[in-house]
């Protein structure tokens, strides 16, 4: 089989893709800014963020929850943020037994507390399992945050979020780099808010 490497030209193409996303995301700076204060007057309240999503966006709910549970910028005390993606037995014993949709839901029923934080993520905006635990946080009286594409999908159209991030593209690949990096950003204030800025 012939062998054809990427060349240079796919490569900048892509990138300024991203680039231009990224530029556009500025517009919603005060949506990421305001996420970014709940996460941080949640966290110094005693409150915890806990963060869902499929597929990529699962991998993006750990992402952030590892950067506050761990660090992210400076060594600080531990944050109280989960990701309802990584207990492989809760997730398939809940699928198992109620159906794959209630796997955020259940587990926040049973680990919910009034001044948390619920954030779920779905580049769609259509994933039930995060529209079903969005709508059981609601329910508890969390705050709820969300991160979509361009078109927001159920999340935008049911209102489920306080705070909804919407990535002004219908590119999965870019939608989910906004994300990590309005996670990043959502993580460096909130660390910043409540132990000095990193030397």
């Given at each position: 089989m012939d062998r054809h490497p990427p060349s240079s030209a796919f490569v900048r193409t892509?990138?300024?893709e991203s680039v231009a996303v990224k530029q556009a995301l500025l517009e919603q700076a005060d949506v990421i800014a305001a996420m970014a204060d709940v996460?941080?007057?949640?966290?110094?309240?005693?409150?915890?963020?806990?963060?869902?999503?499929?597929?990529?966006?699962a991998a993006d709910a750990q992402h952030i929850a590892a950067e506050l549970s761990g660090r992210f910028a400076r060594d600080r005390a531990a944050l109280p943020a989960e990701a309802l993606t990584v207990n492989t037995s809760a997730l398939t014993a809940i699928a198992n037994d109620?159906?794959?949709?209630?796997?955020?839901?259940?587990?926040l029923q049973g680990r919910a507390r009034e001044g948390d934080v619920a954030l779920g993520i779905s580049t769609s905006g259509?994933?039930?399992s995060v529209l079903l635990a969005l709508e059981e946080a609601r329910e508890r009286g969390l705050s709820t945050l969300g991160m979509t594409g361009a078109s927001g999908g159920e999340l935008r159209r049911r209102a489920l979020c306080d705070h909804l991030l919407t990535v002004p593209s219908d590119d999965t690949a870019r939608i989910q780099e906004c994300h990590i990096l309005a996670g990043h950003l959502i993580c460096e204030w909130a660390e910043r808010e409540l132990f000095g800025a990193a030397p």
């Open positions: 892509r990138i300024a996460v941080a007057q949640a966290l110094r309240a005693g409150g915890s963020l806990l963060t869902f999503g499929n597929g990529g966006s109620f159906g794959y949709d209630e796997v955020f839901r259940r587990q259509n994933s039930r």
